[in-house]
């Protein structure tokens, strides 16, 4: 019997799936292990692996804070299998926002259905995905429309983790300043890396 037997049995992931990683086009070094992750379920589970459906732009979430990663939001293209049922596939999450955004697009642009996520690593300080209801109440009575103005996403879009981290702060130029050191921070990141 195989290794992973044990966790088909355990996970119960209907063969129709379809797995689904971030990846951008030039999957290539630490970016190839979504997509290498997406084949192997796809393997392990007789399911299908989507290659279609890529990243348009690089994000470079690797070592960035909470609030980079809100600001860097990525953007996917491809076709979506319309009803079709999706896991989506990444090795680590911090925030959830790349997730929280493949999600999107794969519900808004064609219909299709996330049953699930695997990750190698959770990264993030809570274990589910959609905001605590008392986050978001919390947020919305005290920004109003502010964090769709400031970030392009509605609150109740926001991923625990994400509608965590806001929760922080008092006042909407708090925000902003916090953003603006963010865009500095991530400029100084970058190009030590030589971006």
Not at 19 to 41: I, Q, R
Not at 114 to 130: C, D, P, Q
Not at 138 to 161: C, M, S, Y
């Amino acid at each position: 019997m195989p290794p992973w037997h044990s966790l088909k049995m355990l996970l119960k992931i209907p063969s129709d799936v379809k797995f689904v990683s971030p990846f951008a086009k030039e999957a290539t070094g630490d970016n190839a292990l979504p997509l290498m992750l997406s084949l192997v379920c796809a393997e392990i589970f007789d399911g299908e692996s989507d290659t279609e459906i890529v990243q348009l732009q690089r994000v470079f979430h690797t070592g960035a804070d909470p609030m980079e990663r809100l600001r860097l939001r990525p953007s996917f293209e491809g076709v979506v299998e319309p009803g079709r049922l999706y896991f989506l596939v990444d090795d680590v999450s911090s925030m959830g926002t790349t997730l929280a955004e493949l999600a999107n697009y794969l519900q808004v642009n064609g219909g299709g259905k996330v049953a699930g996520t695997i990750l190698l690593v959770n990264a993030g300080r809570s274990v589910e995905f959609k905001p605590v209801p008392k986050h978001i109440r919390l947020l919305e009575e005290r920004f109003g429309d502010e964090i769709r103005q400031i970030f392009g996403i509605h609150p109740r879009a926001l991923t625990a983790n994400e509608a965590g981290y806001l929760v922080g702060f008092r006042t909407a130029d708090e925000i902003r300043n916090r953003l603006v050191k963010a865009e500095k921070e991530t400029r100084l990141r970058l190009l030590s890396k030589g971006y």
